[in-house]
């Protein structure tokens, strides 16, 4: 934190939180980054300067939080830097901070992490250092510099409302009809909203993470627990609550702030948006493109979706009019796309009898409901499928998706064997790592998620998922807290992406290497 103020009572300045670095796109020959800083209410905005060839944009006061009764004041500062600059600097409140820009044509290294955080208070104290995969990650950027920091779901867990919020004590205990009755009035919204505006504060300015992301330039894309618990998966009555609905907007106007870093009671859209949906577009990233998806703004259990069917058609507009291969862009290419939730994992429904009766099922009941596998979303899923194939086919390039949410690492690939899905649109590859704070399920649950995990799905004729062994010993699941490392090849036109799993208290990460022709 910065200091406070002179004796004179001017200059008065802290920083509860920041710089937060976003990544806003690259446009034309502009690497675009933004930095987000909060500071108490009617203190000075913090001095910010920039050393060339780093350029200072628009500084923008997003917000005065928690909206019902401020306390703290929102900015962000705007950041530009030609690609090839290389590391660049900028001061802010006295404090020097380096960011690393990629060369021209390079595409970026990223690290992913997802489930940054406890899903319930107990988890805590099996964890002697919560942060220590932050705390590693930061010294593999001080070793090798990351462009990117991709952020893929439960950036916070909310699930700590239910017993700091007073007008929800109880509520969780109640039947569902009895639920569904329970109003709130404007003091239980009150308290709602600065339930998410101390915890956005309190998680991301700790230390460890706090290092992390005033270093590299996120990516975020939020998930259940930046709301609530299985958001979206929950029966009508529930959904439709005024509890849920509470929430909710409480959420979404704090994942929008934070996570996205935009001005608050308007109508800006993320530059990146797609169309001004949640979902955002990075193209032309060297050989590298991205595509993030929101899986928790549109859905909803009547009519079940996890995608709306127009942010589908503008989702799949953008991609059939992505150019990946211009004069400007080097070969091969590759498609990342951010998924929350695996798109290929194990058979779930099939694994809850069995984990209802085993300790710690409770952890993994939101998975049971709301995964892509489950019946209720199997034809959006499979619509998905198909066009990605089609699209890897028609572009050549190689479509990975990278995936949290689950408590451990994980490999997939899923194949076609149709006549049309040539080259690179015969396999999709998924890498999942997770969490970063979150532990991983007890012993017993991860034995019986192993046993299984072996199994190949048939999606439908000609169409196979499969998990991948990715341990040295053969296993199927990374039974560590984790995060992912993608380093591209350096010379474009080997195509490989250097995928490693680091894992606590392993010294050696997990490699496999995704290529870009097979």
Known sequence: MAGKNNDQGVNRMAIRLGPVLQFRGCTGSTWRFSALIVTDIGDDIPPLKTVSPLQQGNTVHLADIPFSNPRYRAWRMELNAAPGSGLVTFELAGKRYPVHIPAVGQAPKMAYVSCNGFSDPKLMKSVTHPNANWSRMRSQHDEQGYHLLLMGGDQVYSDSIWGKVSALKGWLEKSVDQRQKVKLGNAALNQIDSFFAELYIERWAQQEPAAMLAAVPTVMMWDDHDIMDGWGSYPEKLHGSDVHKGIFTAARRYFHLFQQQLKDGGNEVHPAS??????????????????????????????????????????????????????????????????????????????????????????????????????????????????LFDLATEKHCRITLLSGDVHVGAYAVIESQLARHKEQGKALYQLVSSGVVHPVPPALVRYVLESVAGRQELVEKDIRARQLPLTRKGNYLLGQRNWLSIEPDEEAQKGRLWCKWYQEDEDEPICKVINWRE
């Open 274 to 387: 797609i169309d001004g949906t949640m979902n955002l577009q990075f193209a032309g990233l060297g050989n590298v493109s991205m595509l993030a998806l929101d899986l928790r703004s549109e859905r909803q259990p009547k009519p079940m979706q996890i995608i709306a069917p127009d942010s589908w058609d503008k989702i799949y507009a953008w991609l059939e009019g992505w150019q990946p291969q211009t004069a400007h862009e080097p070969e091969p290419q590759h498609l990342l796309i951010l998924s929350s939730i695996p798109l290929a994992y194990l058979d779930l429904s099939y694994l809850e009898s069995l984990l209802q009766t085993l300790p710690g099922q409770q952890e993994l009941e939101d998975d049971l409901l709301d995964h892509w596998r489950s019946e209720a979303h199997r034809q959006e899923r499979l619509r998905f499928i198909h066009r």
